[in-house]
């Protein structure tokens, strides 16, 4: 079966042996990380470099750009298969491929409507938890099933049940999985079998705070907005974080009232007023607090101090008025590194002024103006934005945790929680250095399993 490492590009050399060469699987078509962020990855660097002729499926894990912005160049390349996905990803998909197609493909509206037409006619949802089979031939079969993974909304694991000559195997990939105790979403749970486990490791060196840390350490930096009519910025990806943040933000105002109700929150971003949208028309996959917030009558994605800005204009608008006002404000804008977006005009206007405040509830990639920030900020430092250098005044801070990847000690929980040990584990999907930790990690907690760093 050929498949590709999630979120990593997918290498041709890597298949697995226990269904028919002939027929597989592609898991996730994204970008590189940090790739989205750079905005200028030209077309050859996107082409699909691997054969695709065997590959009878995709299958999606989550609607991340890292995972799924390259699915328009596998339609190109003549992948004809459908598209696998949970139900909200369904759902999600299409609306972050427009704009991925928007930003990097054409501007082509007629070509744009005819890729996304393709690939709805393409998607098939499948609900959590049942097996879908994917190819039932002579040399071999193969089931899928996904399984949730609390990383957003719709994420999943997915479990590959593979039958050739030389036997039965299940393989279960991790794709993103979530840290326990996020906001919204259920944690995942251990899968009941892997035979063979891919495994992410974005935080396989690291671990978390756990969420009461995370929501005081949030409540303090909203509190010297709150204070001084200071405002936060919040660089932060349109899908999870956001979201996750809004429902944060909601619960320390409903906690609190009084002076809180001054707050405002600015929502700056299309995608992100259009995936909170989604969020909230999606409440069964909420998890039960969540749920049992809406039921006793709060709404905590569309509350009264939420504003959403869409229109450029509205947004250049937003940047000058609240440079100058006194008001207390939180605004939640993209990209989550600073290298584009919206949030660099915030950046531009805010900086400087020592009672705003940025708060980083990503993770920052090396080279990116936010790892700079982040570095630099608490020094009295400068970063470089546009091609010009601006001091950096305003409190830098950082909360981990939003939206994010499970922590290492959450990573090894899954694995610990499979009842028989995996005989192998490779490990994808993170920094060299996340990867060998995880690696030591786990090569002690499960001494039977071979694990295996794939280059
Ligand atoms: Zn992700």
């Known amino acids: 079966m050929g498949v590709s490492p999630q979120g990593d590009r997918p290498r041709s050399g890597f298949r697995e042996p226990a269904a028919s060469p002939q027929a597989g699987i592609l898991i996730d078509c994204g970008l590189f990380q940090g790739q989205e962020e750079s905005r200028g990855s030209s077309a050859a660097d996107l082409a699909i470099d691997f054969p695709i002729d065997h590959i009878r499926a995709l299958v ?59 690939i709805r006619a393409r998607l098939v ?127 320390l105002i409903a906690e609190f009232g009084g002076f809180w109700n001054n707050l405002e929150i600015v929502v700056d971003s299309p995608l992100a007023a259009e995936f909170t949208k989604i969020y ?6 909420w998890d039960e607090e969540a749920r049992a917030l809406v ?57 400087g002024d020592a009672r705003n405040d940025v708060l980083f509830v990503g993770y920052q990639a090396a080279g990116t103006p936010g790892r700079d920030i982040l570095n630099y900020g608490p020094r009295g430092g400068w970063v470089e934005l546009d091609g010009e250098r601006y001091d950096i005044r305003a409190q830098v801070h950082t909360v981990g945790g939003y939206s994010a990847h499970a922590g290492q000690e959450d990573l090894l ?12 584990i490779r490990i994808v999907h993170g920094d060299e250095g996340a990867k060998r930790a995880l690696q030591a990690k786990l090569r002690k907690l499960v001494p039977v399993a071979d694990v295996v760093i794939p280059d």
């Open 295 to 351: 039921a006793a009558g709060r709404h905590p994605l569309s509350f009264e101090q939420l504003t959403v800005i869409n229109s450029h204009e509205d947004h250049l608008n937003a940047v000058e008025y609240l440079a100058k006002s006194h008001r207390p404000c939180v605004v939640i804008a993209g990209s989550g590194m600073c290298a584009g977006g919206r949030v660099v005009n915030y950046l531009k206007a805010m900086l």
């Open 125 to 251: 949802p499948l609900p959590y938890g049942r097996w879908h089979s994917v190819f039932e031939e002579e040399a071999g079969s193969l089931k899928v099933r996904l399984q949730r993974a609390g990383h957003i909304l719709g994420s999943a694991y997915v479990e590959c049940d593979a039958v050739s000559g030389s036997g039965a195997e299940r393989i279960v990939f991790s794709g993103d999985l979530g840290a326990p105790h996020s906001p919204l979403l259920p944690e995942p749970s251990p899968p009941e079998r892997a035979d063979r486990l891919v495994i992410e490791s974005t935080y396989g060196d690291k671990n978390h705070e756990d969420r009461e840390t995370r929501r005081y350490r949030l409540k303090a930096v909203l509190e010297h907005a709150l204070e001084d009519g200071g405002t936060v910025l919040i660089p932060a990806f349109s899908i999870g974080r956001t979201q996750e943040l809004l429902y944060e933000i909601e619960g």
């Open 280 to 285: 909230r028309d999606l409440k069964p996959f």
């Open 413 to 424: 929980r899954f694995v610990e929680g499979i009842p028989q040990s995996p005989s192998e």
């Open 60 to 118: 999606v894990t989550h609607v991340h750009i890292d995972h799924v912005g390259r699915i328009p160049y596998l339609l190109a390349a003549g992948f004809d298969g459908p598209i696998i996905c949970s139900e909200p990803s369904a759902i999600m998909l299409p609306e972050i491929l427009e704009d991925a197609l928007k930003i990097g493909f054409t501007r082509d509206r007629a070509l744009i409507n005819r890729v996304l037409e393709l």
